[in-house]
């Protein structure tokens, strides 16, 4: 969706008519969370005027407490109204996604969206009018317990493209698409996924800072409609074992003006030498930006054989295993789709990420290693090594290990964004570690 710039003036009458009530200025910290500060619309000049403050502290991976006094700016391109009544007189909430200033009135490094407006910055730089993002969020809906909390027994019994009574999230699914149309999103699709209670909505591309902030938007509206018709939504990216996870499939195309820089009708794949080392550079840093676009510990339960998820670090056309495929669609829709990320990701960090290393593989002329166009699956350890298909990092720890190794990564979100993230994954990762699951008592108690 093409979004509207609007001005002070246009978003105070807009208020007015609309009958809000509250502003929700929202944010998101270093691991990815949605956070808002709601005021009353007699606060709304403060808003406009950016000089809305908050305390940083308080925030996962901001700041100490002895600097804590912070701005929000909000990006008044962003502001929309939630389509949903907040009280029986017809009150509205309006949104508006702020960037983070320190009390200097500073662009804060800790702030993800300001990471991703400087890498933005740096291909612009190079020669590229825009990074254009389309992702495909997939999420489970669950059963609520008699006291209204979150089960693990799933909604139905659907599949891939199934229908009611199957497919029992069908109106929950259909609500969900109506309101995102409300709130000025173009709906391509939406359909059940694989697995059962798993569903995926597809929404078009767009510019990657608006792509950005469009993921968290849908997160936000996909949990509170299922919430409203007695669902729980999650995109956990493996909620229940044996069956397929959620991932969060980007494709992602640079453009030149008007062009697509990633095709060329002269070459056998209809791929650039731009795309080529694009390509180059998402392999040559995969195993680094896994920790961004994998972030928690149950995303290496999901990136495992057997479950449709890559595990290794390949690229096809013509196939679904490998990390990075080629749709078939050329043109201005030549894109690459990188299949790995899940919809934990912070979306701003991640698609920095994954731009730095694309823009890293421009520069250096990084070629990738031949298409895989077999069931990496079913090759063994060798043909995996002749073919030099590496994998990817198989727990959190491990890929914390190599995004702490990647200078080009650790650039793209900065240095404060890195360490607070390496740290908490860190501390997460050793959390888990010292807890016994059941799989443990199960194979263990009575055999030792």
Request: net charge negative; proline share 4%.
């Amino acid at each position: 969706m093409a979004r509207k710039s609007f001005t002070k003036e246009e978003i105070k009458a807009i208020i007015a008519d609309e009958n809000v009530e509250f502003i929700r200025v929202t944010f998101t910290d270093v691991l990815g969370a949605i956070k808002n500060v709601e005021v009353p619309i007699s606060q709304l000049d403060k808003v406009l005027d950016n000089n809305l403050m908050f305390d940083g502290s308080s925030i996962e991976g901001f700041v100490r407490i002895n600097e804590s006094d912070m701005y929000l700016y909000p990006d008044l391109s962003t502001f929309m109204i939630f389509p949903w009544a907040t009280d029986s007189h017809g009150g509205k909430v309006a949104r508006l996604i702020a960037d983070i200033y320190t009390s200097d009135r500073e662009p804060f490094a800790g702030d993800p969206r300001h990471a991703l407006r400087k890498v933005l910055a740096d291909a612009k730089a190079e020669g590229f009018s825009a990074f254009n993002v389309g992702t495909e969020p997939e999420f489970f809906l669950f059963k609520l317990d008699a006291n209204g909390n979150p089960t693990t027994e799933l909604n139905d019994k659907g599949g891939y493209f199934d229908l009611a009574p199957l497919d029992m999230g069908e109106n929950v699914r259909r609500e969900i698409v109506l309101t995102l149309e409300k709130m000025g999103f173009e709906i391509e699709a939406a359909h059940h996924e694989v697995a059962e209670g798993q569903h995926e909505v597809d929404f078009k591309y767009a510019s990657a800072l608006e792509a950005a902030d469009n993921i968290q938007t849908f997160k936000l509206v996909v949990k509170t409609i299922a919430r409203k018709n007695g669902y729980f939504a999650t995109f956990m990216p493996k909620p229940v074992a044996g069956i397929n996870g959620s991932g969060m499939h980007t494709n992602m195309s640079l453009f030149r003006g008007d062009a697509n820089a990633f095709e060329d009708t002269a070459d056998e794949m209809g791929l650039s030498k731009t795309a080529y080392n694009f390509l180059g550079g998402l392999l040559a840093h995969a195993t680094a930006f896994t920790a961004l676009a994998n972030p928690t510990v149950n995303s290496y339960k999901r990136l495992t054989p057997g479950f449709e998820a890559p595990v290794y670090v390949a690229w096809s056309a013509s196939n679904r295993s490998p990390m990075v495929r080629v749709p078939a669609s050329r043109g201005k829709s030549t894109r690459l789709e990188l299949r790995s990320v899940d919809p934990t990701a912070n979306p701003y960090t991640t698609l920095a990420a994954i731009l730095a290393a694309g823009l890293d593989g421009i520069k250096h002329e990084l070629e990738p290693l031949a298409s895989v166009d077999k069931n990496i699956y079913l090759m063994d350890e060798n043909e995996r090594a002749r073919a030099g298909i590496t994998d990817l990092p198989d727990t959190l720890l491990a890929a914390v290990r190599e995004l702490s190794q990647d200078d080009t990564i650790i650039a793209a979100i900065g240095s404060h964004i890195a360490d607070k993230f390496i740290e908490a994954k860190k501390i997460e990762y050793t959390s888990y570690r010292q807890y016994v699951s059941k799989w443990e008592t199960d194979a263990y108690l009575e055999n030792y």
